[in-house]
């Protein structure tokens, strides 16, 4: 069995450790781990372990080395939302399970699921200034160096304008100056790093409950002149802000029909 194939069926095996599991009695699941055992076989493959979640490779761990008690709980803290914590080592997230001994780090590696964390906790206008506090950090990692950075992105150009935060309380803020950003539709990211690892994702949706959502529109001078602007949340509750007046893109059907017509 290839690759691929082999890791579609411990897929499908190995995602009936959750709830399911924990509603065996002690006979159910002596068989369940026993046949899931066999599937296993002498172990992962490397290019089978890159293929399942980190999740699947410790249940598959767990079931290998006889682990029960230490199956039940993994599956228990995950189904309750209690998630374990991880580390950043050479430039690599690894999952932290202290009730778990000799785990191989290829089964630990969350690198590729771990995301960014974040919150937005106010923004308000000061003078032609963007006032933003939030907070970010590395999904599960813990880590007293934590660097955030705001980015604006041009919606239709994909031209991007980074600022730097300053600490706030237990977050961030960043002050946008728009005299160098110029005129379109601009879509707010958060950007994290810990120990060289960087994530970003776009910012506002998770926010203070409390936090007014109706559009802030201003007056600010940029490159093309003085203009309006607006910081208002996108349908998908991103926050953005629209500065002057945005020609929407002319799709291209209707500029050859343009060019046929002339």
Same mark, same amino acid.
């Given at each position: 069995?290839?690759?691929?194939?082999?890791?579609?069926?411990?897929?499908?095996?190995?995602?009936?450790?959750?709830?399911?599991?924990?509603?065996?009695?002690?006979?159910?699941?002596?068989?369940?781990?026993?046949?899931?055992?066999?599937?296993?076989?002498?172990?992962?493959?490397?290019?089978?372990?890159?293929?399942?979640?980190?999740?699947?490779?410790?249940?598959? &761990?767990?079931?290998?080395?006889?682990?029960?008690?230490?199956?039940? %709980?993994?599956?228990?803290?995950?189904?309750?939302?209690?998630?374990?914590?991880?580390?950043?080592?050479?430039?690599?997230?690894?999952?932290?399970?202290?009730?778990?001994?000799?785990?191989?780090?290829?089964?630990?590696?969350?690198?590729?699921?771990?995301?960014?964390?974040?919150?937005?906790?106010?923004?308000?206008?000061?003078?032609?200034?963007?006032?933003?506090?939030?907070?970010?950090?590395?999904?599960?990692?813990?880590?007293?160096?934590?660097?955030?950075?705001?980015?604006?992105?041009?919606?239709?150009?994909?031209?991007?304008?980074? &600022?730097?935060?300053?600490?706030?309380?237990?977050?961030?803020?960043?002050?946008?100056?728009?005299?160098?950003?110029?005129?379109?539709?601009?879509?707010?990211?958060?950007?994290?790093?810990?120990?060289?690892?960087?994530?970003?994702?776009?910012?506002?949706?998770?926010?203070?409950?409390?936090? $007014?959502?109706?559009?802030?529109?201003?007056?600010?001078?940029? $490159?093309?002149?003085?203009?309006?602007?607006?910081?208002? &949340?996108?349908?998908?509750?991103?926050?953005?802000?629209?500065?002057?007046?945005?020609?929407?893109?002319?799709?291209? %059907?209707?500029?050859?029909?343009?060019?046929?017509?002339?």
């Amino acid at each position: 069995m290839t690759a691929e194939p082999e890791a579609s069926v411990l897929h499908d095996v190995l995602r009936v450790y959750d709830h399911r599991f924990l509603g065996l009695d002690g006979r159910q699941r002596s068989r369940l781990v026993q046949g899931t055992r066999h599937v296993l076989g002498d172990g992962l493959s490397d290019e089978v372990r890159a293929a399942l979640p980190s999740a699947y490779r410790m249940r598959a &761990f767990c079931i290998q080395h006889g682990l029960d008690d230490e199956l039940e %709980r993994l599956i228990r803290d995950e189904t309750e939302g209690r998630r374990s914590g991880a580390v950043v080592v050479g430039g690599r997230v690894y999952a932290i399970y202290p009730y778990l001994r000799g785990v191989p780090r290829k089964d630990a590696d969350i690198t590729g699921e771990v995301q960014a964390g974040h919150r937005l906790d106010g923004v308000l206008w000061q003078g032609e200034r963007l006032r933003v506090r939030g907070w970010a950090a590395l999904e599960r990692v813990e880590a007293r160096e934590v660097v955030t950075e705001l980015i604006l992105r041009e919606r239709t150009a994909g031209t991007e304008h980074r &600022f730097p935060t300053t600490p706030w309380e237990s977050g961030f803020e960043a002050m946008i100056e728009f005299a160098g950003v110029g005129a379109g539709r601009w879509d707010a990211y958060v950007a994290v790093t810990v120990h060289g690892v960087r994530r970003r994702a776009r910012f506002g949706r998770v926010r203070d409950p409390l936090l $007014p959502t109706e559009p802030m529109p201003r007056r600010i001078r940029v $490159p093309e002149g003085t203009v309006g602007a607006t910081a208002y &949340f996108t349908k998908g509750g991103h926050l953005a802000v629209k500065v002057g007046g945005v020609r929407r893109p002319v799709p291209l %059907r209707t500029r050859i029909l343009r060019r046929l017509t002339r």
